[in-house]
């Protein structure tokens, strides 16, 4: 029975919602989190790779939030892999996020991408969803963030 007075609801499948649709949701979730999370600025961070000619060879996209950072996403072109850029990508995101108070980092991979190359820089699997995509796994893994990036090692 519903809880208004009487009113009928329906749920409907909305390929396009609009944007103000869209926004109520989000705002909506924003708004009841808030009563249980401390409010923090979620701030971008994006570090770029470029050649010579100013190219975007590589980059990482990530943001700060609640003392953690948050790895959307690496990628450097394949002629590039296996020369240290990535590595060098991480341990500068690592070291601007430990420079906004973070003491932790975040990221998920798939089996087909980078789970090793992310455990050799200090990162522990903490989560596993398989069949995803379907034959497939995606992992989970963190890094406690060390204050001074000197006493890190970096394999």
């Known amino acids: 029975m519903p ?4 009113s009928e609801y329906r749920i409907g499948l909305e390929d396009e919602p609009s944007a103000e649709d869209r926004r109520k949701v989000i705002e909506g979730i924003k708004a009841y989190n808030a009563r249980f999370t401390p409010r923090v600025p979620k701030l971008g961070l994006t570090l770029l790779l470029r050649d010579g000619g100013g190219e975007v060879r590589g980059g990482l996209l990530a943001e700060t939030y609640w003392g953690w950072l948050f790895v959307d996403i690496l990628w450097v072109d394949e002629p590039l892999r296996g020369q240290g850029h990535g590595g060098r990508l991480m341990r500068a995101a690592e070291e601007e ?3 906004r108070g973070c003491a932790g980092a975040y990221l998920d991979t798939f089996d087909f991408q980078a789970r090793p190359f992310y455990e050799r820089l200090g990162y522990q699997l903490f989560g596993q969803l398989d069949d995803f995509p379907p034959g497939g ?3 989970f893994l963190r890094k406690r963030l060390d204050p ?5 090692s970096h394999p």
């Open 3 to 6: 809880r208004d007075g009487g």
């Open 97 to 99: 996020a430990v420079r």
């Open 137 to 139: 796994s995606r992992y």
């Open 148 to 152: 001074d990036p000197s006493t890190e």
